[in-house]
């Protein structure tokens, strides 16, 4: 028996452990020979295919270089290289790039620069807003912005407050008045994962409401954090999803597709003046922030490497005809079974299947096992189903997919 202990993983239940040995496209390969598609991009990160050549081959490169440095009072090309490439495809005002090596990491790095931002300035600003639903991360201050509920009920005593605002549903309005109230409370950020709300239940909301949000905040001077550890590198159509608002956010978090998700690798970017708050000659104002591995030359390859992709090839091509392909299978889908609530946006697709919600409605591990038999990983959220597939999947892979989830 394994000794690991697997995330998100009820052992007590016994589900099968499949044994991957490697990987290319959007298929994973099995030790016991067998193929399994994987529509959830292992968790959201792979964007162009698993193992893509460039990638491996700047990683491999790299790793004959230089392996690990540390960061404080260093800095090598392939940082400088990643930091200048971001420059230049992020919205402008984001001049500043902070490495860390994680989704959560650059969302708590994200939320001690704006704390810091306020404390540097003499404001006793330290309030944060949320959005209902919200997923951040597992750490504890990530998971004390995100969603309260089953997956993090025994931490509570360690959460810090936060003020919710309500999901902006069919009528935003009420979401848009709570922000404006805490904001005229003198809130220090609002942290929102804009467009899609992931792990929350793949739950979408217009660009119109991202926008005004935005511009509510920057009425009361709240810095408006934009976690695109999901939505990023075009996953929702645009490279980033407050550009279909045609937002720039003050703090920007950054991970997952950073690297073309091959290798772990986050960026929190900021605005000049949340860098300059903590630019003094008092060594007391530093940002006081590091892990060891922030930087990680070798994930800075990976990174560098697809940023070239960004630049040479038409990625946002290869989304729009990936969601025209998922909106044609959703709308196939729905002539077939009986889902609620069916939406695609960009390369995201999701559902409601029975009738529950909730991460523990539906029974999860038996739809995963029933797609995992047909040779598809999905992983549905409670009663949410969803494909966040590679954008390289083939349409007869995509067809193996939504015939095993026709069947379920
Ligand atoms: N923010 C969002 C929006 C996410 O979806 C996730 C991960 N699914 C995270 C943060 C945390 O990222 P990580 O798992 O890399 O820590």
Redesign the pocket.
């Known amino acids: 028996m394994s000794p690991i202990w697997h995330p998100f993983t009820q052992h007590g239940l016994n589900e099968p452990i499949p044994l991957i040995e490697r990987a290319g496209g959007a298929l994973l390969y099995g030790e016991d020979g067998r193929q399994i598609i994987d529509a959830i991009s292992s ?2 990160v792979t964007t162009h295919g698993h193992c893509h050549p460039p990638i491996m081959q700047a990683i491999a490169e790299q790793a004959g270089k230089l392996d690990q440095l540390i960061f404080a009072g260093f800095t090598h090309r392939p940082a400088e290289d990643v930091a200048a490439g971001l420059r230049a495809i992020m919205p402008d005002c984001l001049t500043r790039v902070f490495f860390s090596d ?3 990491t650059s ?1 708590e790095v994200a939320l001690k620069m704006a704390l810091g931002f306020w404390a540097h300035q003499g404001e006793s600003r330290s309030r944060i807003v949320v959005m209902e639903h919200s ?4 750490t504890i201050g ?1 998971m004390s912005v995100g969603e309260r509920g089953v997956f993090n009920q025994p931490y509570d005593p360690l959460l810090f407050d936060v003020t919710s605002i309500p999901f902006p549903a069919a009528d935003p309005q009420p979401t848009l008045d709570a922000l404006e109230a805490a904001c005229r409370d003198g809130a220090a950020a609002l942290i929102v ?1 804009p467009l899609v709300l ?2 929350g239940g793949m739950k979408f909301y217009a660009p119109a409401v991202l926008a005004e949000m935005s511009a509510i905040c920057a009425r009361h001077g709240t810095l408006f954090i934009a ?1 695109e ?2 939505t990023g590198w075009g996953r929702t159509g645009t490279l980033l999803a407050c550009a279909q608002a045609d937002i720039a956010p003050d703090i920007l ?1 950054l ?2 597709g950073l690297t073309g998700g091959a290798i772990p690798l986050a960026v929190t970017m900021a605005s000049e003046p949340v860098y300059a708050a903590h630019l003094s000659t008092d060594r007391a104002k530093m940002f006081f922030h590091s892990s060891s591995y922030t930087a990680n030359p070798i994930a800075c390859a990976a990174a560098n490497a697809n940023l070239a992709i960004w630049r040479d090839e038409p990625v946002l091509e290869r989304v729009k005809r990936l969601e025209t392909r998922l909106s044609e299978r959703v709308d196939a889908l729905a002539g077939k079974r009986a889902i609620r609530n069916a939406r695609v946006h960009g390369g995201i697709a999701a559902f409601e299947l029975g009738e529950g919600d909730g991460y523990l409605s539906g029974d999860v591990p038996a739809m995963m096992r029933h797609c995992l038999d047909r040779g598809v990983l999905l992983r549905p959220l409670g009663s949410t189903i969803y494909a966040m597939p590679p954008y390289c999947i083939t349409e007869e892979q995509l067809d193996a997919v939504f015939d095993a989830i026709a069947t379920i």
């Open positions: 968790w959201w994680s989704g959560s969302v997923y951040h991360g597992d990530a994962e992931g792990a976690d550890v999901m978090c991970s997952k």
